[in-house]
DNA sequence: CAGAATTAGTTGCGCACGCAACCACTTGGG
DNA sequence: CCCAAGTGGTTGCGTGCGCAACTAATTCTG
């Protein structure tokens, strides 16, 4: 007599929510890209970094791969792709000569106060699929998970 | 006298959707994936496979592809591993010799029903961070964005 | 029924990524 | 004060990815 061995374990990848966050995650990722991308050059390193850089002038790179959660030799890459491109610039730090000062040039500037309203119109019209309540609830939810996985901050 | 640009536009990367998101469904990838890829030896593309040809046998390459939204090319390859690791076999379909039915090997079922419940049992143990209504409000705004986005089925 | 268009699947290529090693600089302990 | 350990940042290397081009088989069309 052999051991059953069911086709149906219970796993159905398309209801799977590791799964399922994952395709949400790429799929909100595509449909914010198309801006950043398609319109500005950037890449996903290179938005972070400009989304960082801009609300905190003269960062390191230290910081804008602590935030972003990116390694850090993807920053310093992304970082040399945007200097290249002269939206950003850098200075050695008085205090730490290790350290390198990262800041927007004008031009930068500019493409940071033309993409951020973009951006953020784009997720609330994303958002606003969900009622406010519907949104609460979600935004719960990833609270929740996102303390429960230590990403929380 | 000059545009003020201010630093904050509004928009914090920590509290950015999109971003969130994205860190939230890395987040759980890897909690997940210590389970297939350190005690299995599975990569992502290739725990899919699995998951997939052990639900659905004799599927297809393009049937992988298109129910786990991986490019064609990532499913080819993750299927030419697995058949090196004998975990699956294919065959001409008899009925179009373009296409290869894909199936699980006796080893390859004896490591899908070792892995499914350990990998439910992962998604069980993190889901149970929320309450049954805070699930249910999380699954709903999902399944929103989901269908906002045509992601979908 | 022959040739064009289409589809399943594989492969060559260039690119981005993470790891580990590295350089330059700073900090801490004897 | 000096040397060891640690930190910020960059780079060489191997790997995995998607695109585009390809092969082989099938379907569509006149």
Redesign the interface.
């Given at each position: 007599m052999s051991i059953r061995?069911s086709?149906?374990?219970?796993?159905?990848?398309?209801g799977?929510?590791?799964?399922?966050?994952?395709?949400?995650?790429?799929?909100?990722?595509n449909?914010?890209s198309d801006i950043y991308r398609e319109r500005f050059g950037l890449d996903v390193p290179e938005w972070?970094v400009m989304?960082?850089v801009?609300?905190?002038?003269g960062c390191t790179a230290q910081h804008i791969a602590e935030?972003?959660?990116m390694h850090k030799t993807r920053v310093s890459r992304a970082i040399a792709h945007l200097e290249e491109r002269e939206l950003i610039e850098r200075a050695s730090s008085a205090a730490d000569r290790r350290e390198r000062e990262v800041r927007l040039t004008k031009a930068g500037?500019r493409m940071?106060?033309e993409l951020?309203?973009l951006?953020?119109e784009r997720?609330r019209e994303?958002?606003a699929?969900?009622t406010k309540e519907?949104?609460?609830?979600?935004?719960?939810?990833?609270e929740?998970?996102?303390?429960?996985?230590g990403?929380q901050?």
């Open positions: 061995v086709s149906e374990l219970g796993l159905e990848l398309a799977f929510v590791p799964y399922r966050l994952n395709r949400l995650a790429v799929g909100v990722s449909h914010l972070r989304a960082t801009g609300s905190r002038h935030s972003t959660r500037r940071y106060v951020v309203p951006v953020l997720e994303l958002l699929c969900l519907q949104l609460r609830g979600f935004l719960a939810g990833m929740l998970l996102e303390s429960f996985l990403l901050e």
